[in-house]
Structure formats: C-alpha cells, structure tokens
C-alpha cells in the first residue's frame, strides 16, 4: 500500500469523517474508534458521502487539512472515470499538498516570476545527477506535468492558442514518459510506488481528464467570465464521452 497522504490526516480530519458517514452520536464514536486502521480509514474516505459533506457543507472544510480534502476529491474524480484506485489517489493528493503548500513546483524555473514551468529547463539540469537525483527527477518532472494538466489546463490551452506555447499533449507525453523512467527507477530505490508510478504513466490522458472534470465541476479554478473558453478547452482536451460528462456535473 502507497500509504503517504492518508498517514497524514489530524484528528480533526477524523472527526469530519466521523460526521459526515455517522448517522447518530454512537455511529460517530463507531467510526472514531476505528480510524487506528489504515484499511478501514481507506474504506472510509472512498465514501462518496463523504466529499459530498465538503461540498455541501464548506464552512467545515474549514477544519479539515489538505490532505483529505485533496483526497476525496482526487478519489472521486478517478472513480467517476471508473479509475478508482486508493494508492494512485494518495499520490496525487500529496502532489496536491506538495505544491499547493510551498514553492517547490517553481524551484527549477528559470525565471520563478513568470510562474511558469519549462519542461527543457528541468531536464536540462539532470545530466549533472546521479542515478539516485535522477528518479527523483523523473518523478517531479511526472508531478508537476499532471499537476499542471490536471488542475490548470485553462492556463496551457490558453498559451498554446495565443502563444503558441506546448500543448497539453506535449505535457502529457513528457509526463507519460518520465512517470515511466521513475518507476522503472523506483524498483531500486522506492518499491511501494513502483505500482503507481506504472500506472500514472500508462493512464497519464485518463487521470488527467478525470481530475479536469472534478476541478471544473468543483473547484473552479477557472475565470467565470470565460464560460465559452472553458467550454473550447473542453472540446478540445477531452474525449467525446468526457466531454459529455462534464455536463452531468
């Protein structure tokens, strides 16, 4: 078990689950009691009521970290894809956490400013690793090409079209292929996430068409003024049957 993120849940995070799943006073106190055991507190945050209480009750997302926020939501994304898979969901969160909580998807930039990532800029400083930096470079490269395409494809659509800049094939390919050379990597030096490195770079385009649709539906990271823009970038990034989905949502 890939166990990173869900090892990283407070007490308060318990105490949201124990409300959002718990009926009554004696079932919340059930679930308190169980949240000891990794395999039932997984089961737990696979419960889709459970990222329904966030997004119906947001003022006590307030009290909950990152991590099971990032968690759910990530979880439910994948499983509305029916790519539902725990260990690949605590990945992905904790890249969420990674680069939502400090500055390390910008510390290779050239220019941190601009705030834009440069994927030859990140290879460009591997030839002077070794093998161990390397797998961790593969593995960031992988991060921050599905965080990016995941989260903020608005923003690469929208440079491809007026910049002329890398499309969001282009991420997901250098994605696909780094993820690949991580876990090949991983073997050596980080067997748990050889699994889920695998799988990240076999199913790079599903995942992140299922992370676009949970962020469009739910996080709206986009401008609400550019609804017809969205909906290009939609067109034209997601498959037929996606596309079709985001409006179930």
């Given at each position: 078990?890939?166990?990173?993120?869900?090892?990283?849940?407070?007490?308060?995070?318990?105490?949201?689950?124990?409300?959002?799943?718990?009926?009554?006073?004696?079932?919340?106190?059930?679930?308190?009691?169980?949240?000891?055991?990794?395999?039932?507190?997984?089961?737990?945050?696979?419960?889709?009521?459970?990222?329904?209480?966030?997004?119906?009750?947001?003022?006590?997302?307030?009290?909950?970290?990152?991590?099971?926020?990032?968690?759910?939501?990530?979880?439910?994304?994948?499983?509305?894809?029916?790519?539902?898979?725990?260990?690949?969901?605590?990945?992905?969160?904790?890249?969420?956490?990674?680069?939502?909580?400090?500055?390390?998807?910008?510390?290779?930039?050239?220019?941190?400013?601009?705030?834009?990532?440069?994927?030859?800029?990140?290879?460009?400083?591997?030839?002077?690793?070794?093998?161990?930096?390397?797998?961790?470079?593969?593995?960031?490269?992988?991060?921050?090409?599905?965080?990016?395409?995941?989260?903020?494809?608005?923003?690469?659509?929208?440079?491809?079209?007026?910049?002329?800049?890398?499309?969001?094939?282009?991420?997901?390919?250098?994605?696909?292929?780094?993820?690949?050379?991580?876990?090949?990597?991983?073997?050596?030096?980080?067997?748990?996430a050889t699994p889920v490195l695998f799988k990240l770079s076999e199913y790079f385009s599903e995942i992140r068409s299922a992370i676009n649709i949970y962020v469009d539906a739910y996080l709206k990271l986009h401008n609400s003024k550019n609804v017809l823009e969205r909906i290009e970038r939609q067109s034209i990034t997601l498959d037929?049957?996606?596309?079709?989905?985001?409006?179930?949502?």
């Open positions: 078990m890939y166990y990173k993120t869900r090892s990283h849940l407070s007490q308060s995070d318990y105490q949201f689950i124990a409300h959002s799943v718990g009926h009554t006073e004696s079932e919340q106190n059930a679930v308190l009691r169980l949240t000891d055991d990794p395999e039932i507190v997984s089961q737990l945050l696979c419960r889709e009521d459970l990222f329904r209480s966030m997004i119906k009750e947001p003022g006590l997302v307030l009290s909950v970290s990152s991590s099971l926020y990032f968690y759910c939501l990530i979880y439910q994304a994948l499983n509305f894809k029916h790519l539902a898979d725990a260990d690949i969901a605590d990945y992905i969160s904790g890249i969420c956490v990674e680069f939502t909580m400090n500055e390390s998807l910008w510390k290779y930039t050239t220019d941190a400013s601009e705030r834009m990532v440069y994927f030859v800029d990140l290879e460009r400083v591997m030839s002077d690793y070794n093998n161990v930096q390397q797998y961790h470079m593969h593995q960031h490269i992988g991060n921050v090409a599905l965080y990016l395409t995941g989260f903020f494809p608005d923003v690469i659509y929208k440079r491809e079209k007026l910049k002329g800049a890398p499309s969001l094939k282009y991420f997901e390919a250098k994605g696909n292929s780094h993820f690949e050379a991580a876990a090949t990597a991983s073997l050596q030096y980080e067997s748990d037929e049957e996606s596309f079709k989905q985001t409006l179930d949502l």
